[in-house]
């Protein structure tokens, strides 16, 4: 998978390929050099998946600022 192909892809779709991924990993039976191309793929997933968060984190925090002059806040998730 490249770098474009992951960016073309939405956080659900991102997320749910990187869990198959991490379950392909856990299971052990790859070879050296698949489980390397795996392991790749996962990292570029969990970067996209990241981006999107901040984006989205971003977002959230544009309209706490701007709905009825709300200080900006930092979101906690948990």
Do not use: H, P, W
């Not at 191309?37 to 959230?60: H, N, T």
């Not at 706490?64 to 906690?76: A, N, P, R, V, W």
């Amino acid at each position: 998978m490249a770098n474009e192909d992951a960016e073309n892809m939405t956080f659900e779709e991102s997320l749910s390929t990187l869990e198959r991924l991490v379950k392909e990993l856990e299971n052990g039976n790859l070879d050296l050099d698949k489980g390397l191309e795996v392991y790749e793929r996962a990292v570029v997933l969990r970067e996209r998946c990241k981006k999107i968060l901040d984006e989205a984190d971003r977002r959230v925090q544009k309209l706490i600022e701007t709905s009825e002059g709300i200080k900006k806040e930092d979101l906690i998730i948990e």
